[in-house]
């Protein structure tokens, strides 16, 4: 058999590269890292592969996110138990865990959110509504916007618990909308819509509910 190249993501590659320089001793234990617009021309790429990569870190434990302080260095490389567990949960398990994290999230996001981080959320939704083209474009938006909300709760182990789950429901996500061929439809964007206000508007109870209702339906579509 004839071995085929395969194509690597450069989200995949700009992680590696910082893995290999956080592994390789440039940034030490709880250092702070570069923003996105000194790492972006450094890897060679645009700020979403940046900031996707600094996601997938997270998700692997090694970095964290710090409400209002930036991207720090949590570990000097991927704590294995970690990532096997991941590798090992059930999709279904990953959702409930996101529906007892974002369910809060939003919760505390329509009470604590600043006008900064409203417009960010906003920003993230109608860049999801635009990313119908491409099925990896269209989740990676999604979870972006996603995070904005979580980000907007600003309870740093929220965000990390959120990041842990990442790559494993990007994976999930991505082969869902190909068996299903279809996606970002107009209930679809409603459902999201609809958090947005409530969190616009310091509905807490609603945002609860409409981020519950939205990941529920998630987690039955995938069942």
């Known amino acids: 058999m004839v071995a085929?190249?395969?194509?690597?993501p450069l989200a995949d590659q700009a992680a590696a590269v910082l893995l290999d320089r956080i592994r390789g001793g440039e940034w030490k234990l709880g250092a702070k890292l570069p923003g996105?617009?000194?790492?972006?021309?450094?890897?060679g790429v645009g700020r979403s592969t940046v900031r996707e990569a600094i996601r997938q870190l997270a998700g692997r434990g090694v970095l964290t996110t710090r409400q209002g302080s930036g991207v720090f260095v949590a570990a000097l490389d991927v704590p294995e138990e970690r990532a096997t567990?991941?590798?090992?949960?059930?999709?279904?398990?990953?959702?409930?865990?996101?529906?007892?994290?974002?369910?809060?999230a939003a919760s505390l996001a329509?009470?604590?959110?600043?006008?900064?981080?409203?417009?960010?959320?906003?920003?993230?939704?109608?860049?999801?509504?635009?990313?119908?083209?491409?099925?990896?474009a269209h989740v990676d938006a999604d979870l972006d916007f996603h995070r904005a909300v979580v980000v907007a709760a600003g309870n740093e182990i929220l965000t990390d618990l959120f990041d842990l789950s990442t790559l494993r429901m990007r994976e999930a996500m991505v082969d869902m909308l190909a068996i299903r061929g279809e996606y970002g439809g107009v209930a679809d964007h409603d459902a999201h819509a609809d958090l947005v206000e409530a969190v616009a508007d310091?509905?807490?109870?609603?945002?609860?509910?409409?981020s519950r209702?939205?990941?529920s339906a998630l987690k039955e579509a995938l069942a």
Do not use: C
């Open 85 to 104: 567990l991941m590798s090992r949960a059930s999709i279904i398990t990953v959702i409930e865990a996101r529906i007892a994290v974002e369910t809060e």
């Open 36 to 43: 996105e617009t000194t790492l972006a021309p450094q890897l």
């Open 110 to 136: 329509a009470a604590r959110r600043t006008p900064a981080q409203l417009r960010g959320i906003r920003a993230a939704l109608a860049t999801r509504t635009g990313a119908v083209a491409n099925r990896s």
């Open 213 to 215: 209702a939205h990941l």
């Open 202 to 210: 310091r509905r807490p109870d609603d945002a609860a509910r409409a």
């Open 4 to 8: 085929r190249v395969q194509r690597i």
